[in-house]
């Protein structure tokens, strides 16, 4: 089992920056690839972006095109933390966040809910215009 808390959303002006953390506990934490997915009110939960670890220095980070150049996502393994770096925000990123992990050790990451087997209780980024 993986326990995954949130922290960090809150309210922002846009073009503001808000960043997104995650604590992980449970197993071993670098070995899952771990994402971060967005509900928005009457729309469907959807991927933001994704980070695999490979091995020494190498991390991988996928990203959907809403975000690509605005968000940053990156891990810390000796903390079991992931974070969600949020630039130049818009009003439609306004969302709940969730934190998920992916712990099967698949050949690809990947970016439907389905993919994922843990979620945090996520946490709310609103951004006003």
């Known amino acids: 089992q993986v326990q995954l808390v949130e922290s960090g959303g809150g309210l922002v002006l846009a073009g503001g920056s808000l960043t997104l953390s995650c604590a992980a506990s449970?197993?071993?934490?670098?070995?899952?690839?771990m994402a971060w997915f967005r509900q928005a009110p009457g729309k469907e939960r959807e991927f933001v972006a994704a980070?695999?670890?490979?091995?020494?220095?190498?991390?991988?980070?996928y990203y959907a095109d809403s975000v690509k150049g605005r968000f940053t996502i990156s891990r810390d393994n000796a903390k079991n933390t992931v974070s969600l770096r949020m630039n130049s925000l818009k009003p439609e990123d306004t969302a709940v966040y969730y934190c998920?992990?992916?712990?099967?050790?698949?050949?690809?990451?990947?970016?439907?809910?389905?993919?994922?087997?843990?979620w945090g209780q996520g946490t709310q980024v609103t951004v006003s215009s």
């Open positions: 449970g197993r071993t934490f670098s070995s899952i690839v």
């Open positions: 980070t695999r670890w490979s091995g020494g220095s190498t991390t991988y980070a």
């Open positions: 998920a992990g992916d712990a099967r050790h698949r050949p690809t990451v990947p970016s439907d809910l389905a993919g994922y087997d843990y």
